[in-house]
C-alpha cells in the first residue's frame, strides 16, 4: 500500500513539473482589414453604326473579383467586356466589386439604348396588306366574318369599315396566322366612327411560332381615343420572326359591345 502511494506521488510531481514547464499558445491575431471595395465603370458606344455594342470598363479599387449585370440577364466577370444588347430600351447596369474578406460595394446607372436614326412617329408596312393571311376571333359579328360589321372588316386597311362585336365580356381574341413568319416591332389599333364606349381600353398582344406557345409582345390597361378614326401607333422590342400574332382585348370603355375599325401588326420602321 505505502509503495502504491509512492508510486501515485511521483507521478502527480512529474505531471505537475510538466504542466509548470508547458508555456501558453499566444493569442489569435485578428486579420487586418482590407481596404474596402470602391466599384466604378465607365461605358462608350463601340460603333457609331451599331448603336446595340458597348463596352464596359471597370475603375473599381481594392477587390479580388467583379461582376457586371448588364439589365438584360447577361452578367460578366471580365474587366472590360464588351456586350451587344439585342433591343433598344433603358438597361439597369451593376457592377459590384468585392474582395477576398466578403466585403463588397456596388455601381448602378440606367442606361438608355437608342437608334438615333428610330423616329416613333413613323411604322413600316402592315405585314397583314404585304404578306397575307388569315384572321380568327373568338366571337363574331351576328352575321359572320363577312358581314357588314364582321370581323374582316377590322384588317381591310379601311377605317371607314369597322367589326362589331354585340354581347362583349372582356375575351375577344382576334389571331392573325401569316402566310410566313415575319419579325414585326410595331402595331396600329384605328377607332371606329361612334361611340367611345366601345372602344378597346385594355389588352395584350402576343406573338407565337406554333400557335400553341404564346409571347407577350406589349399591352395597354388604360388607353383612351380621343377621337373617332383616329390611329395610334405602337412599338415593341422583338427579335423574333412569329407566323401568329394576336391580341386579346381584356376591357373596353364600359360598353356591352366592342368596335373597332383597324388593327395592324408592322415592321417596326420604314
Given at each position: 500500500m505505502k509503495k502504491t502511494l509512492h508510486?501515485?506521488?511521483?507521478?502527480?510531481?512529474?505531471?505537475?513539473?510538466?504542466?509548470?514547464?508547458?508555456k501558453d499558445?499566444?493569442?489569435p491575431q485578428p486579420e487586418p482589414d482590407e481596404p474596402k471595395p470602391i466599384a466604378g465603370f465607365t461605358v462608350a458606344r463601340t460603333d457609331s453604326v451599331d448603336f446595340l455594342s458597348y463596352q464596359f470598363t471597370s475603375t473599381s479599387i481594392n477587390y479580388k473579383d467583379i461582376l457586371w449585370q448588364f439589365g438584360d440577364d447577361s452578367?460578366?466577370?471580365?474587366?472590360?467586356?464588351?456586350?451587344?444588347?439585342?433591343?433598344?430600351?433603358?438597361?439597369?447596369?451593376t457592377l459590384t466589386a468585392r474582395n477576398s474578406q466578403g466585403y463588397s460595394a456596388a455601381r448602378e446607372i440606367i442606361l438608355n439604348v437608342a437608334d438615333p436614326n428610330f423616329d416613333r412617329t413613323k411604322v413600316g408596312e402592315s405585314y397583314?396588306?404585304?404578306?397575307?393571311g388569315t384572321l380568327t376571333v373568338s366571337r363574331d359579328n351576328g352575321g359572320g366574318p363577312n358581314a357588314n360589321e364582321?370581323?374582316?372588316?377590322?384588317?381591310?386597311?379601311?377605317?371607314?369599315?369597322?367589326?362589331?362585336?354585340s354581347g362583349f365580356s372582356g375575351d375577344l381574341v382576334m389571331k392573325y396566322e401569316l402566310k410566313t413568319p415575319v419579325v414585326a416591332g410595331a402595331y396600329t389599333m384605328t377607332s371606329a366612327n361612334d361611340s367611345p364606349d366601345r372602344d378597346p381600353k385594355g389588352w395584350i398582344l402576343q406573338g407565337s411560332e406554333d400557335g400553341i406557345r404564346w409571347i407577350?409582345?406589349?399591352?395597354?390597361?388604360?388607353?383612351v381615343f380621343?377621337?373617332?378614326?383616329?390611329?395610334?401607333?405602337?412599338h415593341f422590342n422583338n427579335n423574333v420572326a412569329y407566323k401568329f400574332y394576336r391580341?386579346?382585348?381584356?376591357?373596353?370603355?364600359?360598353?356591352?359591345d366592342f368596335q373597332m375599325a383597324e388593327w395592324t401588326v408592322n415592321k417596326k420602321q420604314p
Open positions: 508510486i501515485i506521488s511521483v507521478f502527480s510531481t512529474v505531471a505537475l513539473l510538466f504542466a509548470g514547464c508547458k499558445k499566444p493569442a452578367t460578366s466577370a471580365e474587366k472590360a467586356p464588351k456586350h451587344r444588347y439585342a433591343f433598344d430600351g433603358l438597361y439597369h447596369v397583314f396588306a404585304t404578306i397575307g364582321g370581323s374582316l372588316k377590322v384588317v381591310d386597311g379601311d377605317p371607314n369599315t369597322k367589326f362589331f362585336q407577350n409582345l406589349h399591352s395597354k390597361n388604360n388607353e380621343a377621337n373617332r378614326f383616329q390611329r395610334i401607333l405602337y391580341i386579346s382585348i381584356k376591357t373596353n370603355n364600359g360598353s356591352r
